[in-house]
């Protein structure tokens, strides 16, 4: 996979909540920084005390107000409670492959707030990845804002295009509003394929899918966003 060596060795996780999830899923944390280290504790506490003896042995860095909102990309709304800097873990393709649960594949995504929402509902549903297609980083700061620090809860990585997934085993599903197949559970070790909400897949993917899924939608409606249509064929297909 292409993103099995990790394009930038430190990524950031701004706010709470994207921390919280790292935690919980092994991310390595070199460092937190936070303007107040009460408050951010006070949160652990409240809404994640699993994780709160791990937030105690981080490295802590106490800054301005000022400071942690340019840390977080100087947003307009306002500073995080928290900015944590995290090892971006390389992706074992063979392990991903191997692997029983389904993979999700977006091809070119044009999006990346919505590629970290996918990444997000894939964590939750089970799936072992979530791989790309296209130009985009999947770990950009975008798609981990998306994905509410859940990047480590998934393997995510970029891929040059099919030939990299489709070994034995692997069945490729491709969401397509004219698939022959109705909405159902999922083949053992599926390859969820899906596109952008204008293009669609490319005709090579539907060419060499062994199933095109169509999800059932009312009349008029041309496309679902692309975590909703993840999340529906993921649980679906549960």
């Given at each position: ?68 909102a340019q840390l977080a990309g100087g947003r307009s709304h306002g500073s ?134 169509r999800i059932p939608m009312r009349e008029g409606v041309s496309s679902l ?14």
């Amino acid at each position: 996979m292409a993103g099995s060596s990790p394009q930038a060795e430190t990524i950031a996780l701004e706010g709470f909540h994207p921390l919280k999830h790292a935690l919980r899923f092994g991310a390595a944390i070199e460092e937190v920084v936070t303007a107040d280290p009460t408050h951010l504790e006070t949160l652990a506490a409240r809404f994640a005390p699993d994780v709160l003896p791990a937030l105690r042995a981080l490295p802590l860095r106490i800054v301005r107000v000022d400071e942690l909102a340019q840390l977080a990309g100087g947003r307009s709304h306002g500073s995080p409670d928290a900015v944590a800097f995290a090892r971006r873990p390389t992706v074992d393709h063979a392990a991903v492959l191997a692997d029983d649960r389904p993979v999700v594949l977006l091809e070119e995504p044009t999006h990346l707030g919505n590629v970290g929402a996918v990444v997000r509902v894939a964590a939750a549903a089970g799936a072992a990845a979530v791989v790309t297609t296209g130009a985009l980083d999947p770990w950009h700061p975008a798609a981990l804002r998306g994905s509410a620090g859940l990047h480590f809860a998934v393997a995510v990585a970029r891929v040059q295009g099919l030939d990299e997934l489709l070994v034995p085993g692997r069945v490729l599903v491709a969401a397509d509003p004219d698939g022959d197949t109705a909405l159902a559970a999922l083949p053992a070790r599926a390859i969820v394929a899906l596109g952008s909400e204008r293009r669609g897949l490319s005709r090579e993917s539907l060419a060499r899918a062994h199933r095109r899924v169509r999800i059932p939608m009312r009349e008029g409606v041309s496309s679902l966003n692309l975590a909703t249509a993840a999340a529906v064929l993921l649980y679906a297909g549960r």
